[in-house]
């Protein structure tokens, strides 16, 4: 199966967490939506009105095709609508108010895949019992600051979970989106759940190989990128083995900047577009397990790859032996949260395996020392900003 690009129009850490847990790593871009200035004739419509429109502001900002979810939650206690207080006085006072007693945490869905031009809206709701809090508990729970900025004033997942006796449906509608739903709304725009799993790396069909480069920046991100790469490598041509060479762009503008470019790839269907472009110098091969004998290489070029992988350590031990002393290893780094930051987001909460402080770790362990870096920008991916990406060089001594 294909796996389609998903976004989720959502700041909240909770939706991500959720999505992330159950397997599946959407793009997030925040829609901006003004919350405050929405009403509804009751709160579950409230809901489910202001997730239409975080998804549809989302969509506007699409260059491409993808499939967008949009959700609010709002807690109705009495037929009372209660979001985010905003304030300590605030919160203190709803949770003076909600203790002992039961609520309806609604949470508004909606689907907008632009492929099929379909928009589906849903809601779901699930009754919430909350203890009988001491004023003590309350005055502590706010100093927290997680009540502030959440629907309702409580979290269930997170310190306020104490504070829920039991709740009737759906639990993870109540953290902020509900699985169950969202399966059956993708089912009914043509999208089965488990093809929004994390697919074995570098396992591209022939679909997503052709769409590759038009989907990541084209031409123009392939040569900022080669053109960093080629800032760090050493003196004159250099024999560049690049991992993870993908349709071969990065490379062959590597070879238009007079180097000498060999790459290894996973995937047959990448491959096929690599060998256009680097005819008789792509080879199917792991990065973690090289078919080149030791100290062979000027340079070892990884690009867009450390950032999928979860442990880095047979990479950089692999590109370390193939390397001839005075030899670098040039990767990106911190790929995913260049573009967080760009968007005017926070760092992700899980780190990934390009972050800066393991690379260095792990290279020291193999005789590669950083002593160099620099940045290329890529393209605007539906955010105020534009990214700048990181690239980094470590050299091999001896």
Known sequence: MRRPRFVLASASPARLKTLRNAGVEPEVIVSGVDEDNVTAENPGELARLLAVLKARAVVATLDDHATVLGCDSVLEIDGVAYGKPGTPELARERLRMMRGRSGVLHTGHCLFDTNSKQ???????????????????????????????????????????????????????????????????????????PSLWQPAHFAYDEAEAADYDETRGGEARARAAAEAVHRLLPEGSSRVLELAVGTGIVGAELVALGNLVHGVDLSPAMLQHARYRLPGHVAAADAARLPIADRR?????????????????????????????????????????????????????????????????????????????????????????????PLVRFRRLT
């Open 119 to 193: 928009e589906l809206r849903e809601l779901a709701s699930t009754t919430v019992h909350f203890a009988d809090l001491t004023d003590a508990e309350i005055d502590a729970y706010v100093e927290t600051g997680e009540p502030l900025v959440v629907a309702g004033s409580f979290t269930v997942d997170g310190f306020g979970g104490p504070f829920v006796t039991g709740i009737e449906g759906d639990y993870h509608n109540v953290v902020g989106l509900s699985l169950p739903l969202l399966r059956r709304m993708l089912a009914d725009v043509g999208i089965p759940w």
């Open 297 to 389: 290489c000027d340079a070892v070029v990884a690009v867009w790859l450390l950032h999928l992988l979860d442990d880095t350590e047979g990479i950089i031990a692999e590109a370390a032996r193939v390397l001839r002393p005075g030899g670098v290893f040039v990767t990106t780094t911190e790929k995913s949260d260049a573009g967080r930051y760009a968007q005017g987001r926070s760092p992700k909460e899980r780190r990934s395996g390009d972050a800066l402080s393991h690379l260095v770790a792990r290279a020291s362990e193999h005789g590669l020392v950083l002593d160099g870096a620099t940045t290329f920008e890529g393209p605007a991916r539906g955010g105020p900003g534009i990214p700048v990406y």
